[in-house]
Structures are given as C-alpha cells and as structure tokens.
C-alpha cells in the first residue's frame, strides 16, 4: 500500500485526488507519449530546445510518484525513430539533456529500487549515450520495485521487425518457438512485462505516433491538452482516476442477460 503522505502534501488539491484512488485496482502498466515541449517553449517565445530541459522536471516528478503509487511499469516515450528527422541541434541537445538525465538520477534510481530499462535500437545511439544508458541499467539490474522504461530511438513496428528477426535467428540456432502470441510478446523489447493497461498522451494529439503497436491492444487511452512540461503529479492521479471509472470489456459484454441467451435457456430460436 503506498505512503499517502509522501504523494501529496496534507490538505493540499493532490492529496485529494490521491484519496480517490483505488489502490486495489492501479493500472500495472502505464505508457506515456511525452509530447508539447516545442509549443510550449514557442508559447512563451523560446527555442524548442528549452521546452525540452523544461520536460526533464516532469520526466523526474513522473518517475517518482509512479514508483510512489506502486505501478509496476512505467513507460516514456522520449525519442522515436521518426525523431531523426528533426534540425540536428534539437537532436544533439536532447541527446545531452538525456545524458545528464541518466548519469545525475543514476544512484537515485538505485535507491529508490527503480530499474532502468532501454525499450529501441538505441545501441545505435552515440556511443557516449549508450555508455551513460548502460552504466544506468547495470546500476539499477538488482532492483525490484517500479520498472522504468524509457522508449529511444524507438518505433513499434522496427520492434516487431526486431522480433521476427530474433525469432528467425533463433530457428536458425535449432531453438525452434512456436509462432504465437506468447511467443512475440516474448520477443519484444518489453518481453517479461506486462502490456500498458493506460497509455497516456499529452498536448492533445489523437495518434500513438508508432508507440508500442504490439503492446496497446487493449490499453485505455487518456489524452490530455496539458504540455508535457506542465505535467505533475496531480495530471498522473487524474489519468488513473479516469482509467478506474473505464469498463474493460476486451470484446466481451458486462453483464449478459441469461434470458436473452436462447443457446443457454434452451428456447432455440425460429
Ligand atoms: C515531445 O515534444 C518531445 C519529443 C518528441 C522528443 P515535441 O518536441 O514533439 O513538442 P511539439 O509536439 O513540437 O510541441
Ligand atoms: C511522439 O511525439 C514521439 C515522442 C514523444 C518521443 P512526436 O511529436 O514525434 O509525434 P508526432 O510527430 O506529433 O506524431
Ligand atoms: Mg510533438
């Protein structure tokens, strides 16, 4: 059960959002597309780039607070494989922003028994971020509270060509799979976790942006029009308040209605 006191100050408007939540029914998994940081920095005459160093206040509280509530995987979405395409000095300083990220909240990360997971082909980054992301995930490999995951030089379907293509190398070594469902999940870069039960996106866009394909067949979905670097807390405890008021019918229905159902009642129709 989660230490109230330390998600909200006493009597503050969190505290009486966290009161509202079910600690019984948290989502497992939640998925964030972080996304806003170049409006919001246009919005108060900046370079995109400082809405970036804005959103590492927000990438922090978020981490916190989900290992706070107790969720046992958080995803971010912070570069996509489509990112490249962006001016080479927005790509460079996110690069540096996510290296001093990595190396500053490293022990952090460690104490707070937070494990540090790289979802995407992002050993094809810099060789000094890879150094800076690997330092982090052997640091924090013994820990067994909060999963966090952060998606870099990521896309949903590379993660699926990803996939088949280990599937295929693996065939090849004679360790033979069958091609299921299981053993896809298996193969992907969240192999072992759970898929997101809530995926949540900021600055009101309505896509995924090529953001865990596989994993999102059934998440909820929580759009906000708050820019990332504005999220808080109080933004994560509205969007699982939202998410314990959704019914998950995974095609199913809630309530079926014995004297509907001919085939069970026996009164075969016609
Ligand atoms: C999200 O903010 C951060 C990344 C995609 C790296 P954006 O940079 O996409 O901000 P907008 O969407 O242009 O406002
Ligand atoms: C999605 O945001 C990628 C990340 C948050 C890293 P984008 O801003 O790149 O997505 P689009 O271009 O609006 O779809
Ligand atoms: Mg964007």
Redesign the pocket.
């Known amino acids: 059960m989660a230490d109230l006191s330390k998600l909200a100050e006493p009597g503050s408007p969190e505290e009486l959002l966290v009161r509202r939540i079910d600690f019984g029914r948290l989502p497992r998994h939640v998925a964030i597309?972080?996304?806003g940081n170049?409006r919001w920095a246009k919005s108060r005459g900046l370079p995109r780039v400082e809405g970036h160093r804005a959103g590492v206040a927000s990438v922090r509280e978020t981490v916190e607070t989900a290992a706070r509530l107790g969720l046992e995987v958080l995803t971010l979405?912070?570069?996509?494989v489509?990112?490249w395409k962006r001016p080479r000095f927005e790509v460079w300083t996110l690069m540096n922003l996510l290296k001093e990220y990595v190396r500053r909240e490293r022990e952090a990360l460690a104490e707070n028994d937070i494990r540090f997971n790289v979802l995407g082909r992002w050993e094809e980054l810099d060789p000094s971020v890879v150094r800076e992301l690997r330092a982090t995930v052997e640091a924090t490999r013994h820990c067994r509270g909060l999963s966090f995951n952060i998606?870099l030089n990521?896309s949903g379907r590379c993660e699926i060509v990803d996939a088949c293509r280990r599937i295929v190398a693996d065939w090849a070594a004679g360790k033979r799979a069958d091609i299921d469902e299981e053993t896809i999940g298996r193969y992907l870069y969240t192999s072992g976790q759970a898929d997101p039960d809530l995926l949540v996106r900021t600055s009101g866009?309505l896509?995924v942006?090529?953001?865990l394909l596989w994993q999102i067949a059934y998440a909820e979905i929580w759009v906000t029009g708050t820019l990332w670097p504005d999220f808080r807390r109080r933004d994560l405890f509205e969007a699982i308040l939202d998410f314990q008021q959704r019914e998950r019918r995974y095609g199913g229905i809630q309530q079926p209605d014995p004297a509907e159902d001919v085939f069970a009642s026996g009164r075969l129709p016609g």
């Open positions: 597309i972080m996304d170049g979405y912070a570069f996509s489509e990112n998606a990521y866009e896509r942006s090529n953001f």
